[in-house]
């Protein structure tokens, strides 16, 4: 469904189109985070095991540390990812489009302990599945979104199309019409996507699925893309 995509448009003018991730996928990654501090804690048992006493309050600190800041230090420094988000081809932005700074990471992480009440996330989880972008309320104060990273198989396929000069010229309207079909076809069934395409028969001179890939070759070279 398109409507589960949201558009932002930057300074520049450029249009982005961003998936949000449900709470299913996030779940999933933050399941993955938790092994890995699990996995770190168990480690740090053993090294700091040795030092009797004292080693507990080393310990202690490390669990703090590591519980609390291992996400903002990772999506601050790894373009939005955790080790979770990046197996799960996620990722945290600014909801604007631009990248995650560092008190956007503070914010959104900090603000687990509401999402986390009164138990197993139950805030966070009803807070993703009311708002349009699957937001937790950490990420509505944030002023973030997570989403999927990696662009649906269809849509690389359509970008991967060859490049077809232009015979003719487009308006502005019209290039953007071409430059719309080519991001959203890729999401639509065989059958609109042709629909769609037929009515650029004049344009393309073809139709059917040979006039889907026009426009995908054609759209590749408005966009500036190498073959």
Sequence with gaps: MLDTYREVVTPEGVVLQLRPAGPVPRALAWLIDVAIRIGIMMVAGMVFGVLGKAGMGFYLIALFLVWWFYPVVFEALWAGRTPGKRALNLRAISSNGGPLGWQAAFTRD??????MLPIFYATGLVSCLLDPWGRRLGDMVANTLVVHDAPPRGLMEA??????????????????ALIAFAERAPRQSPARRVEL???????TGLRGEAGVHQLYGLANSLLGRNE
């Design 110 to 115: 900090l603000l687990r302990v509401v999402d």
């Design 159 to 176: 970008t991967a199309a060859t490049p077809i000069p232009l015979t003719v010229v487009l308006r502005q309207h019209e290039q953007a």
């Design 197 to 203: 395409a037929d009515l650029a028969e004049p344009l």
